[in-house]
């Protein structure tokens, strides 16, 4: 018997059906023949698509695993790297140093800006009412939250307007080049 894909196996079983239905129930060798046959062949069929599944759950499950491993070989990293340059910060802060040059690298301080929240509730205290009182009209499968963009607040607060529970603070950090 020739080789027939998962779709042509079923298409088979659907005309083994209506084959049965013409001969008013009627089981002949043939149509025996044909059912069994098909049946044989959908089972190595399904047997193949459950072997390549596996193997692929597996794969995926391995590769999860991987993709965490060096997800917390990363983490410590970047502690390393911030841990590192807080030192370097610290010992040119206390020697009152502002660059180090060296033969492959120039360190030095690079002034930024960052916007604190001192008080959250008292940022959002005028907002609340308004999502408190459209939450319980919404179903319980849609949640409202109130998320704080910090460069649109940061924006907000240089452009002059003042705002309770954030302020720009400016920050040093190491810059290596």
């Known amino acids: ?3 027939l ?3 042509q196996l079923t298409e088979q079983q659907q005309q083994i059906e209506d084959l049965l239905i013409e001969n008013g129930g009627e089981l002949t060798p043939e149509i025996e023949q044909l059912m069994e046959s098909t049946s044989e062949a959908l ?5 193949g698509y459950n072997h390549i599944i596996r193997r692929l759950e597996g794969f995926a499950a391995s590769a ?3 993709k965490d491993r060096l997800a917390k070989l990363q983490k410590v990293a970047e502690n390393g790297v911030k841990a590192i340059k807080a030192h370097i910060a610290d010992v040119m802060k206390a020697q009152g140093i502002s660059k180090l040059e060296s033969a492959t690298c120039k360190i030095g301080f690079r002034r930024t800006e960052a ?3 001192t008080d959250e509730e008292l940022l959002l205290r005028p907002y609340r009412h308004t999502v408190d009182t459209i939450a319980p009209t919404l179903p319980e499968w849609v949640k409202v939250s109130i ?3 910090k460069t649109a607040l940061k924006a907000y607060i240089k452009a002059g307007h003042p705002v309770l529970g954030a302020e720009v603070e400016e920050n040093q950090n190491i810059q290596i080049r």
């Open 1 to 3: 018997m020739e080789k």
């Open 5 to 7: 894909t998962l779709y």
């Open 43 to 47: 089972a190595v069929k399904v047997d």
């Open 64 to 66: 999860k695993a991987e």
């Open 115 to 117: 916007v604190a929240i």
């Open 147 to 149: 998320d704080i963009d």
